[in-house]
């Protein structure tokens, strides 16, 4: 039994018939038109369409957005980046093309994939963070994807790790996703820049490049070994493992894993995120300890996330 996984991005919108081991059997992409919902509808809507055109059983359509997506998978609450306010997005779907659908967060679907798929696919509990620009995320417990009663559950970057903290783009202050995500990284990286000693080559690089510290730049001085880089990384991963910490003591998983750009350090992240969760795990050694790992699956995890989801819902009917 297949179903097809639609993923609507900034950017791009992905869509993919996916079988029931995660595997895609077929995909397309169309560039995201989010001038109006009709055009995001029609262009869905289109793509379903050509993607039933083959010789697989369709059984659903699992369709990921970023925004908040009501508990029943079927109406957009809000979405940053198309102007949907309580958009019924299933409904008009199910009537456009009648099979059945659902809608589910992007990060949820995305960390769906990893459970299923991925490295959470030998546990019942997982927890994901995503580190890319900001931190994004998802919670699996009990073999089941954790939405919250309102469907608006597991935001784990705006988590708030420091009370009257840095203010942070949700509108609140002090949430992880401003001491644990990329562009954490960077201001911690140019705060090792300004002082100097093991910040020289950070410094350096930020003065060839026009006073700019890049991402990438960052990467390479970490993958080279450079002491500043490192010791960036190193606070970056104290945060993430002191959130990690009261995760744990909240939703006790079997293995945390870390996705997005900044995880393809590795190891080199890991090591701080477990001496911090360590550090700060309350009642520590008088419980089993989760295991810390990074995502096996890099792309296009929205998309088979999305459709496993549709099928088991389509089974489930
Ligand atoms: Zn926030």
């Given at each position: 039994?297949?179903?097809?996984?639609?993923?609507?991005?900034?950017?791009?919108?992905?869509?993919?018939?996916?079988?029931?081991?995660?595997?895609?059997?077929?995909?397309?992409?169309?560039?995201?038109?989010?001038?109006?919902?009709?055009?995001i509808?029609?262009?869905?809507?289109?793509?379903?369409?050509?993607?039933?055109?083959?010789?697989?059983?369709?059984?659903?359509?699992?369709?990921?957005?970023?925004?908040?997506?009501?508990?029943?998978q079927?109406?957009?609450?809000?979405?940053?980046?198309?102007n949907?306010r309580?958009?019924?997005?299933?409904?008009?779907?199910?009537?456009?093309?009648d099979?059945?659908?659902?809608?589910?967060?992007?990060?949820?679907?995305?960390?769906?994939?990893?459970f299923?798929?991925?490295?959470?696919?030998?546990?019942?509990?997982?927890?994901?963070?995503?580190?890319?620009?900001?931190?994004?995320?998802?919670?699996?417990?009990n073999?089941?994807?954790?939405?919250?009663?309102?469907?608006?559950?597991?935001?784990?970057?705006?988590?708030?790790?420091?009370?009257?903290?840095?203010?942070?783009?949700?509108?609140?202050?002090?949430?992880?996703?401003?001491?644990?995500?990329?562009?954490?990284?960077?201001?911690?990286?140019?705060?090792?820049?300004?002082?100097?000693?093991?910040?020289?080559?950070?410094?350096?690089?930020?003065?060839?490049?026009?006073?700019?510290?890049?991402?990438?730049d960052?990467?390479?001085?970490?993958?080279?070994?450079?002491?500043?880089?490192?010791?960036?990384?190193?606070?970056?991963?104290?945060?993430?493992?002191?959130?990690?910490?009261?995760?744990?003591?909240?939703?006790d998983?079997?293995?945390?894993?870390?996705?997005?750009?900044?995880?393809?350090?590795?190891?080199?992240?890991?090591?701080?995120?477990?001496?911090?969760?360590?550090e700060?795990?309350?009642?520590?050694?008088?419980?089993?300890?989760?295991?810390?790992?990074?995502?096996?699956?890099?792309?296009?995890?929205?998309?088979?996330?999305?459709?496993?989801?549709?099928r088991?819902?389509?089974?489930?009917l």
């Amino acid at each position: 039994m297949h179903a097809i996984g639609i993923d609507i991005g900034g950017t791009k919108i992905a869509g993919a018939v996916v079988d029931e081991l995660g595997v895609i059997v077929r995909e397309e992409r169309v560039p995201t038109d989010a001038s109006s919902p009709a055009l995001i509808e029609d262009a869905v809507v289109g793509m379903v369409q050509r993607l039933q055109q083959g010789p697989e059983q369709i059984v659903g359509v699992g369709v990921a957005a970023a925004g908040f997506i009501d508990a029943a998978q079927s109406t957009v609450y809000y979405a940053p980046n198309i102007n949907w306010r309580h958009e019924p997005f299933r409904e008009k779907l199910e009537r456009r093309l009648d099979i059945p659908v659902l809608i589910e967060n992007d990060a949820n679907a995305a960390g769906w994939a990893e459970f299923r798929f991925g490295a959470g696919r030998l546990v019942s509990d997982m927890v994901i963070l995503t580190i890319g620009t900001g931190v994004g995320g998802a919670i699996v417990s009990n073999d089941r994807l954790f939405r919250g009663g309102f469907g608006a559950g597991a935001e784990i970057g705006h988590m708030r790790v420091v009370p009257g903290g840095l203010p942070c783009g949700c509108g609140a202050h002090g949430c992880i996703e401003q001491y644990g995500s990329g562009r954490a990284l960077q201001r911690m990286a140019n705060e090792f820049a300004d002082a100097g000693g093991i910040g020289q080559a950070l410094a350096d690089v930020r003065a060839r490049n026009g006073g700019v510290l890049s991402g990438s730049d960052i990467s390479a001085l970490i993958m080279a070994g450079d002491p500043g880089a490192l010791a960036a990384l190193r606070q970056l991963g104290d945060w993430l493992g002191q959130a990690c910490a009261s995760l744990g003591a909240i939703l006790d998983p079997q293995v945390f894993v870390f996705g997005g750009g900044v995880a393809q350090a590795g190891e080199l992240l890991l090591e701080p995120i477990r001496l911090a969760y360590l550090e700060n795990l309350p009642a520590r050694g008088f419980h089993p300890e989760p295991e810390f790992t990074i995502a096996e699956l890099v792309n296009d995890a929205g998309v088979v996330g999305a459709a496993d989801l549709a099928r088991l819902h389509a089974a489930s009917l």
